[in-house]
């Protein structure tokens, strides 16, 4: 899985987003809302840099 990046497309509209090889969004969150669920749970397992919300998921 590729690192989440952050991204702008607008003024005051940031997203994380998730690219595939050829570069395409594969996945795409805002950052108030990955923020609020961050806070609403404490990860026990260090998902590693770049991985922020892998914390704690089952590999698919």
Known sequence: MSDREL????PGDKRYVRRDDKGHFTEEVDVGK?????????????????QGDKGDRQKT
């Open 7 to 10: 991204i702008e497309p607008n």
């Open 34 to 50: 990955s923020s609020a669920a961050d806070q609403r749970r404490h990860s026990a397992h260090d998902p590693g840099r770049g």
